[in-house]
């Protein structure tokens, strides 16, 4: 084997996307397909990152920029060590995500395409109590009125756009095709991505 050949290395994949756009559903449906085929990886979300370095979290910039870096740079260290890794998590700045293609030589990122339309209303039904539960509303309401929610940070979508990649490695629009279908298509396009050259 060439000494540049890095199809045995660790990869880490990406799924990004809007709150509620579908990236926890459709990433726990790949990391089971990949399992089946004998893939192992580790399923990292980013409110477990942001749970170790902001307790009582703001979803300010700042902290958003210091839970993404932690968070990238905690999976660069798994897939260094020859941890497979899919990452969960809004990254609503394209610059983490190239921050992440920087330090990860196998990178794929998927681009979860959904409406807002769609993503509040799957929100709307998550149980009270879940994080991002009524968030949207919320965050609607403050924009349109001026209301006030304590401990609503600014919201992804609302009050922070959520910057798209063209280029991304794979797309797919969630709002479209059950979440299992879309699950195939994504398990795929990835092992296109992943196989050895
Ligand atoms: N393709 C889909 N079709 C229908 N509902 C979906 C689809 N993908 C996700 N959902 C549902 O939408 C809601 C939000 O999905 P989730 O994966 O939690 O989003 P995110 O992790 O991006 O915030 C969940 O209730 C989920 O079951
Ligand atoms: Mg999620």
């Not at 993503?119 to 001026?146: D, F, N, P, T």
Request: net charge positive.
């Amino acid at each position: 084997m060439k000494s540049t050949d890095i199809s045995n290395k660790a990869w880490a994949v990406w799924f990004t996307g809007l709150p509620g756009s579908g990236k926890s559903k459709l990433s726990k449906l790949v990391y089971d397909m990949l399992a089946d085929e004998g893939i192992t990886c580790k399923r990292i979300e980013l409110d477990t990152i942001r749970k170790k370095y902001a307790t009582n979290p703001e979803y300010t910039d700042r902290e958003r920029d210091l839970v993404y870096k932690k968070l990238v740079d905690f999976a660069a260290e798994k897939v260094q060590n020859g941890i497979n890794v899919i990452i969960d998590a809004s990254a609503h700045k394209l610059l983490y995500r190239k921050y992440a293609r920087k330090k990860i030589q196998r990178f794929v990122e998927v681009m979860i395409k959904c409406p807002l339309s769609v993503c509040i209303e799957r929100e709307s039904k998550r149980k009270k109590g879940h994080v991002v539960s009524q968030m949207y509303l919320r965050a609607l309401e403050r924009k349109q009125k001026g209301s006030k929610f304590e401990g609503l940070g600014k919201v992804i979508g609302v009050d922070v756009p959520y910057e798209e990649n063209p280029s991304a490695e794979i797309i797919i629009d969630s709002s479209k095709n059950s979440a299992e279908q879309n699950a195939l298509t994504v398990k795929k396009a990835l092992l296109k991505y992943l196989k050895p050259k």
